[in-house]
Nanobody, 123 residues
């Protein structure tokens, strides 16, 4: 079974940067897209960004576009979320998720989820 583990979260000052990593293990998925989601305290889970298997197609929420960059290294089975110009509103638990296939899935089509990593941005 596929396992996803997020890392790289922590406490940053507003305007700072952080890079999250999502490492995949297991061999049940050969090709998969990866998405990043976040959930702030008292709020619903929110889609953040996604990337297809080949890395040529990406999606971002409007609030994050221009500040966050998703990328992947398939040889390392790792997907990254580079977060720049962080704002207090970005504070949340960030989760990565995987969906089997070559193309970008819909936001409700992810099958495997990590346990999350906390990102806290101080003002």
């Amino acid at each position: 079974q596929v396992q996803l583990v997020e890392s790289g979260g922590g406490l940053v000052q507003a305007g700072g940067s952080l890079r999250l990593s999502c490492a995949a293990s297991g061999r049940t998925l050969r090709y998969y897209a990866v998405g990043w989601f976040r959930q702030a305290l008292g709020k619903e889970r929110e889609f953040v960004a996604a990337i297809n298997w080949a890395g040529g197609s990406t999606q971002y929420t409007d609030s994050v576009s221009g500040r966050f960059t998703i990328s992947r290294d398939n040889a390392q089975r790792t997907t990254y979320l580079q977060m720049d110009s962080l704002k207090p509103e970005d504070t949340a638990v960030y989760y990565c998720a995987a969906s089997a296939g070559f193309s970008l899935p819909g936001t409700h089509e992810y099958n495997y989820w990590g346990q999350g990593t906390q990102v806290t941005v101080s003002s």
